[in-house]
């Protein structure tokens, strides 16, 4: 049996196994045709949701909306699909064609992916959000969630997730955690007038809503300078 065959049976038992409504024949034909050349993305286990009756928020990246994104998976690229991170269990979670299942992705087969126009690559036992990158300099954002302590309203006791991120800039391979401008300009002494200059005419701002955005335009901006001077 064919390995696309054997990844539609899967998807099949586990439709017939959460829709007993369905036909057999039916459902293995909608899934066919919506799955097409993409059936070996959708083998992963069903996820389990995080119902606001027990948690008190969601330990996904930045939203629990889903937004399109592609995934390079076992060597081969797939665009256009619907994706949310989870940072909790470091998962991708893809939403099936026909929006019928939520689905793990085999995290041991993702190369790389990408949710709208950032890339999120590897790192360790995670995925990295690679913020900015180039020969010289590269600026990454690492997303942390743990359980934290329960939230009590009233009678009822709620799990929350307790989540952090962190910027690490590296230089010339060399990696440094920055927080703020300062801790960024430190690393740049030459051309610490002109990245200060360009903060204050760009209104950077470095709050925890801005941080990324700000950051990101620092190091495009030091890179500049580094490849002019180096002309």
Avoid: W
């Avoid at 019928?100 to 190369?111: A, F, G, N, S, Y």
């Avoid at 126009?117 to 600026?139: E, N, V, W």
């Avoid at 690393?187 to 950051?215: C, D, G, I, M, N």
């Amino acid at each position: 049996m064919s390995d696309r065959k054997t990844y539609l049976l899967i998807l099949l038992c586990t439709f017939c196994i959460l829709s007993p409504a369905y036909s057999q024949q039916p459902l293995f034909e909608d899934f066919r045709k919506a799955a097409g050349t993409y059936a070996a993305l959708y083998t992963g286990k069903v996820e389990v949701g995080y119902s606001s009756a027990f948690y008190i928020n969601h330990p996904y990246l930045d939203t629990d909306e889903f937004r399109q994104g592609s995934i390079c998976y076992d060597g081969s690229l797939y665009t256009d699909v619907r994706l949310r991170y989870n940072t909790y269990k470091k998962c991708l979670i893809v939403l099936t064609p026909e929006r019928r299942m939520l689905l793990e992705v085999d995290m041991r087969k993702v190369d790389y992916f990408i949710i709208e126009d950032l890339k999120f690559i590897s790192h360790g036992d995670t995925y990295i959000t690679l913020l900015y990158d180039s020969p010289q300099m590269r600026l990454a954002q690492y997303a942390f969630c743990k359980m934290g302590i329960p939230v009590e309203k009233g009678e009822v006791s709620y799990k929350r997730f307790d989540k952090s991120t962190r910027f690490v800039l590296s230089i010339d391979g060399v990696e440094h955690t920055v927080t703020s401008r300062s801790s960024f300009l430190k690393h740049f002494p030459v051309y610490k007038k002109q990245l200060k200059r360009y903060a204050k005419e760009k209104k950077l701002k470095f709050s925890t809503s801005y941080r990324a955005e700000a950051l990101t335009a620092l190091a495009k901006y030091a890179d500049s300078l580094i490849n002019k001077t180096s002309l």
